[in-house]
C-alpha cells in the first residue's frame, strides 16, 4: 500500500520543533507535523476559576482557533465553533493529566493552540507542542520563585492513527484522515497509561483486532513523540 506522500504505514511525518517562538510569552513552540504547523503558546495568570477559589489550587486549560487561511478553503473568524470547543477541552484534559495544580497556588496557566496550517492531526500536534509549551511555563515560574520544584508528574503527547485503504496507519495528513474507514486519536502519557482513546469507524464498524493494531501503532508514535519533548525540554526533571 502506498500512502499519498510516499511514507510507510507505521511512519510519522517530520516533526519539528522551535522552541521559545514567541517572545513575550511565559513559553511557547512552533511545532510541525509535516505541513500542519500549530503555535503553542503558555500564559501564567493570576486566579482561578470560581469553582476553584479559596481552595489554593491551580488550573491549567486551553484554548483552541485556526487561522482563516490555515486550510484549502477559508474559515470564519470566529470566537469558538463546536469543533473548537470540543478539541481545546480535550488538550485541557490532556495536560491537567500530568500536572500536580496544588503547587501552583491560585494560578492559571493558560495554553493557546493557534493553527498556521492545518493537513491533519492539528489536535495532536496541540496537545505534543501545548506540553512544551506548559513545560517552558512551569519552568519560568520556578525561576520567577513563583514555585519551589516543577509540579509535572509525566510527559504527556497524542498522534493519529486509522485504517486507511484497509490497512491500520500511524499520523494521519488530511489526504488520509478524509477518506479513512477509522480514525483514531490517542493521548498518552511517557509511562505508557492512557489519557484519552477517541476511536470512530467512519465508513462501518472496526474489530478488535484492528483496534490492537491501532494501539500498537499509537504507542510507537508517541515514544517517537517523548523522545522529541524531552530533547526540546532538555533540563526538565520529572
Not at 95 to 118: A, M, N, Y
Not at 144 to 160: F, H, R, T
Request: proline share 4%.
Amino acid at each position: 500500500m502506498n500512502r499519498p506522500d510516499g511514507r510507510k504505514p507505521d511512519q510519522m511525518r517530520k516533526i519539528s520543533v522551535t522552541n521559545h517562538y514567541m517572545k513575550n510569552a511565559e513559553g511557547s513552540c512552533l511545532i510541525e507535523f509535516g505541513q500542519t504547523k500549530v503555535i503553542c503558546s503558555a500564559s501564567v495568570e493570576e486566579g482561578v476559576p470560581p469553582f476553584l477559589k479559596g481552595s489554593g489550587k491551580g488550573w491549567v486549560t486551553a484554548e483552541y482557533g485556526m487561522l482563516p487561511r490555515s486550510c484549502g478553503t477559508r474559515i470564519r473568524r470566529e470566537k469558538t465553533s463546536g469543533r473548537s470547543e470540543e478539541i481545546q477541552r480535550l488538550v485541557g484534559r490532556s495536560l491537567r493529566s500530568v500536572v500536580d495544580t496544588p503547587p501552583l497556588g491560585e494560578r492559571t496557566i493558560r495554553i493557546d493552540c493557534d493553527v498556521l496550517q492545518g493537513d491533519g492531526g492539528t489536535r495532536t500536534a496541540s496537545i505534543t507542542g501545548g506540553f512544551i509549551a506548559l513545560a517552558q511555563a512551569l519552568q519560568w515560574m520556578k525561576k520567577q520563585g513563583m514555585i519551589k520544584n516543577l509540579p509535572v508528574k509525566d510527559y504527556v503527547a497524542a498522534v493519529s492513527v486509522g485504517v486507511f485503504e484497509g490497512r491500520p496507519v500511524l499520523d494521519l495528513n488530511y489526504a488520509e484522515d478524509s477518506k479513512a474507514d477509522v480514525d483514531m486519536n490517542v493521548v498518552m502519557v511517557g509511562k505508557g497509561q492512557f489519557v484519552e482513546i477517541q476511536g470512530t469507524g467512519e465508513g462501518g464498524t472496526f474489530s478488535e483486532a484492528q483496534m490492537a493494531a491501532l494501539l500498537k501503532l499509537a504507542k510507537k508514535g508517541i515514544k517517537e513523540l517523548l523522545a522529541i519533548q524531552k530533547r526540546s525540554l532538555g533540563d526538565l526533571r520529572i
